[in-house]
């Protein structure tokens, strides 16, 4: 990534510091995706997804004002256990909201918001015909 030596350079630590920030960050999203889903199933969807949010905003702040790569690195995982929660329970909430069609078709479609013109943003290229080099 671009901006890691930048992030160190920030915070006064090396570049392998800020490297393992990259691995909390995808230890904790790791841990909450095994989580989220039994703990729903105990204690309902609606309250963990609240909570992940929640938990997933306070710890942007705290990565706002994190003054160290230590707290960066620990508010970033808290973040990743966070967002996790909000990647599983959407996952479970539509499996159990829709129908395998409409979910079929909602996953596989490239881009669900169309631009401005109500053309989709990638049809410029697909209709593109390629001129042959002479």
Do not use: K, N
Request: hydrophobic share 40%; glycine share 10%.
């Amino acid at each position: 990534m671009p901006s890691l030596p930048q992030i160190a350079t920030d915070l006064s630590s090396s570049t392998a510091q800020v490297q393992h920030m990259i691995s909390a960050f995808l230890a904790g999203s790791c841990l909450g995706m095994l989580f989220y889903g039994p703990l729903s199933d105990r204690y309902g969807r609606r309250p963990l997804l609240l909570g992940s949010l929640v938990l997933y905003g306070l710890a942007t702040l705290g990565c706002l004002f994190a003054e160290s790569i230590e707290q960066l690195t620990a508010w970033r995982f808290l973040q990743a256990l966070g967002g996790a929660g909000a990647l599983v329970l959407a996952r479970a909430i539509s499996r159990g909201s829709a129908s395998r069609r409409a979910r079929s078709q909602a996953s596989s479609s490239p881009c669900p918001v169309s631009s401005s013109g109500g053309e989709h943003p990638m049809e410029e290229t697909t209709h593109h015909t390629p001129q042959r080099r002479r």
